[in-house]
């Protein structure tokens, strides 16, 4: 049985590294922590890898301790080195401002804002006003470029050549955990494994110009049970913003995960009880689809809310069970006139597919239907008979659904 909310995120599956467990334990359990997760504005929207940190947050909170949303409103102009092989693209001050505005609409629907319970921060604030030389002389002196080269987040870079802008990211995220502290007694970093060595950076810097005890900690990456990055989708990033990815398509996503995956996405991305989390998990055949209709379900209800949890609930079940609505299933709306024109022109009109090329090449696979009659002519023409009371339901593959509605 859990004691404290540190054992609760260890025994959730989320704590990958940690500093001095000991004594973040013990912290964890004799005060109200201030800690921080840092959020770079390189999109418009969250996507399900900050989600996990949100739900770290989101556990931290309940238990009485106070987090700070740091927007990158200074790292951003940079760029995080770690894990890429190319050099992120330059954003605009434009862009940044308004991803950050993005950004706290998102995570103001986990982390509770309200009397100073959690505080969100712009590091532009600081770093932008930094004096080149002044930051040189005072954090400058306690970085070796040695150690800065043998760090996890540059190893990516280094074979194709690491710009010495990208090589200050580590010196910026480390100096906003020194400036966090000074402003706001802050005691802990944390982050994604990938940010280990960024982390320690902090950790070291703010512990020798201070002398104060700070630490830094972070969280499994969400990965698939073979190892591969999770959220991902032939469309991209599995998007927090349904404007990116539909309520429909996030709760899909879940409920098509991997058996192997099903208990630790319960464990990571739900508030459901332990027992609870190995009861489902611990299913098999066919009843595994039960845990993974509670994991989309549960998932999509956190991020898009209750409303749109049960209308994608409802259109999985009108396609899968023979019961519920169509109409929640993404619907392209189409004119008289499209209602006559090739299938495959409409699905990529609609953007379902990439490319014609993509379209004909699932159907030479045999893996595109229409009312379960599957097409076999890459020029298979639309038609009255197609439709029934002015809809007709597409399949592409095994578990996607698009509803074709005349309007």
Known sequence: MATSVFDVLKERGYIAQCTNEDEVRAMFENEKVTFYIGFDPTADSLHVGHFLGLMVMSHLQKAGHRPVCLVGGGTGTVGDPSGRSDMR????DEDIEYNCNQFKKQMARFIDFSDGKALMVNNGDWLRKLNYIDLLREVGAHFTVNRMLAAECYKNRMEKGLTFLEFN??????YDFLELHRRYNLKLEMGGDDQWSNIIGGVELTRR?????????????????????????AGGALWLDAEKTSPYDFYQYWRNVDDADVE?????????PMDEVRRLGALEGQEINEAK???AYEVTKLVHGQEEADKAKAAAEAVFGGSGSSENMPTIELTTEDAAKKLVDVLVAAEVFGSKGEARRLIQQNGLSINDEK???PDYTLSDGDFTDGEAIVKKGKKKFYRLLKV
Request: net charge positive; glycine share 8%; charged share 20%.
């Open 89 to 92: 693209k330059m954003l605009t």
């Open 169 to 174: 990211y580590m010196i910026m995220q480390s």
């Open 209 to 233: 110009i201070t002398g104060d005890a700070v630490y830094g900690l972070t969280f499994t990456l969400l990965t698939k049970s073979d190892g591969q990055k999770m959220g991902k989708t």
């Open 264 to 272: 630790r996405c319960l464990a990571l991305l739900t508030f459901l």
């Open 293 to 295: 209709k509670v994991l």
């Open 375 to 377: 097409v076999s002519d």
